[in-house]
């Protein structure tokens, strides 16, 4: 049974398809990558929506799509099915990411938590506090919220731009500060950026959350499985009136941090089918059936490995990185210059507030958060984070982009306003990245002199 090929005697056809196979499975899985896609779906937007075929941008997404199945039926613009359906993946990966640090990270315990906490407290709040001293006016007041998110994605590819001359505690601390902005979002989202409530959606959000747990009390381990009863979840919370992305984060708190329990240990399951397929290679007659299932015996050892909160995130972070952020981008930052009329004052207000409170809010309200926490002696900075390193975080946090155009998509109905906002986010972003970058320059040379 033995064939050993050398991958020079491969044909060229599959040489260079291992090759871009490698390449691209390589480029998924850096962080700064991601970053760089959605730069580019963004800059795409802006072009398109300012180009002379603008009208197809806002016809494009305007276009009604329409879901059926029996009686039941659903439609709606593809605006909206990327902002409320195709967005409760990514907030489906934070509620998995929310569930893994409460498990065992950053949240796990108040020690662990108290500096995150405070920072996140004061990156909120600062912000917030700065848009309203500009915005007064209950018209504009709507949009407190825009600038107090952060973009995980972003902000932790920024950062990846600086090389692996960071810290690995200054990585931890900003996505532990971002993960907490992500739960404050969430929560803002529920109880300021939802309608009214009907309580009828609520039966089909416990038939969703019943049918999960009867998933997973059945051992049922596929991520595909739940497809059907997080859609039941999904329309339960969208028939509420509350935001149906808020669905994701339910589902991901959801995920169970421990493997399903197996008859043996994986490993010794692994050895004990790699042992039957050697055997079944020396054999003058091999047996295909039973090389089959040793095979799927393996692949099962190796996917329970892992938790399923750990595997599921690692299947979707692809996804989210390189197709949901990406056109969500795409469907929102196409922001048009020409309708913005920045004349008035509300328009300039919000978008100068905006800008304000990401760019020089975010990094005070954390920075000071931070000192006041440590000279209270509430908590420490963790081994290798200095002030400086606290600073960049701060600025890095300053990039709001996709979370505050979403949330700038529910905080105004006016579209000279959003407008307003959304160029306000774009701008912030961008210098909060130049800013970011260029002091992380600074702070990587003086770590490397010392």
């Known amino acids: 049974m033995k064939n050993h090929t050398s991958p020079n005697t491969l044909p060229l056809g599959h040489r260079i398809n291992q090759s871009v196979s490698n390449l691209v499975s390589r480029l998924v899985h850096i962080e700064a990558f991601g970053g760089v896609v959605l730069i580019l779906a963004a800059v795409v937007a802006l072009i398109w929506a300012n180009s002379p075929y603008a009208h197809g941008y806002h016809d494009f997404w305007g276009q009604t799509v329409a ?125 300021f950026y ?54 994701g984060v339910a589902l991901g708190l959801m995920t169970p941090v421990y493997a399903r329990p197996l008859l043996e240990d994986p490993l010794t399951q692994v050895e004990k089918n790699m042992h039957r397929i050697r055997e079944q290679s020396k054999s003058p007659e091999t047996d295909e059936m039973v090389l089959l299932e040793s095979i799927e015996n393996i692949r099962e050892a190796q996917r329970e490995m892992l938790p399923p909160v750990a595997r599921v995130q690692m299947q979707l972070h692809p996804w989210v990185s390189f197709i949901v952020m990406p056109v969500f981008a795409l469907a929102n930052a196409g922001v048009s210059f020409q309708g913005i009329d920045l004349s008035s004052g509300g328009a300039q207000t919000v978008m100068l507030g905006v800008v304000l409170a990401l760019v020089v809010g975010k990094p005070l309200g954390i920075f000071a958060a931070c000192r006041l926490a440590v000279a209270l002696r509430i908590c420490q900075l963790p081994e290798g984070v200095s002030w400086s390193g606290v600073l960049l975080i701060g600025l890095l946090a300053g990039i709001g982009f996709t979370m505050s155009i979403f949330i700038g998509t529910l905080a105004f109905s006016d579209e000279a306003l959003l407008g307003a906002a959304k160029l306000g986010v774009l701008s912030a972003s961008l210098t909060a990245a130049i800013a970011g970058l260029s002091w992380g320059v600074f702070y990587t040379r003086r770590l490397r002199n010392n």
Do not use: C
């Open 194 to 247: 939802s309608g009214g409530l009907d309580y009828s959606g609520f039966w089909y959000v416990l038939l969703g959350v019943v049918m999960v747990i009867a998933w997973q009390r059945l051992g049922i381990a596929s991520a595909y499985a739940y497809i059907i009863p997080g859609a039941v979840l999904w329309f339960g919370v969208f028939k509420t009136g509350a935001h149906p992305t808020l669905a």
């Open 67 to 191: 879901f059926q199945l029996g009686d039941f039926a659903m439609s709606n613009s593809l605006h909206f099915w990327v902002n409320d359906a195709l967005m409760t993946v990514f907030f489906l990966v934070v509620g998995m990411e929310i569930r893994r640090e409460i498990h065992d990270g950053a949240l796990s315990d108040f020690r662990k938590a108290s500096l995150p906490l405070a920072a996140a407290a004061g990156g909120v709040t600062i912000p917030a506090l700065i848009y309203m001293a500009l915005n007064m006016d209950p018209t504009l007041s709507s949009g407190w919220a825009v600038p107090t998110a952060t973009d995980i994605a972003f902000a932790v590819g920024v950062l990846a731009l600086l090389g692996k001359s960071i810290p690995s505690n200054v990585r931890i601390l900003l996505l532990a500060v971002a993960i907490i902005d992500d739960i404050v979002a969430v929560l803002i989202i529920a109880f």
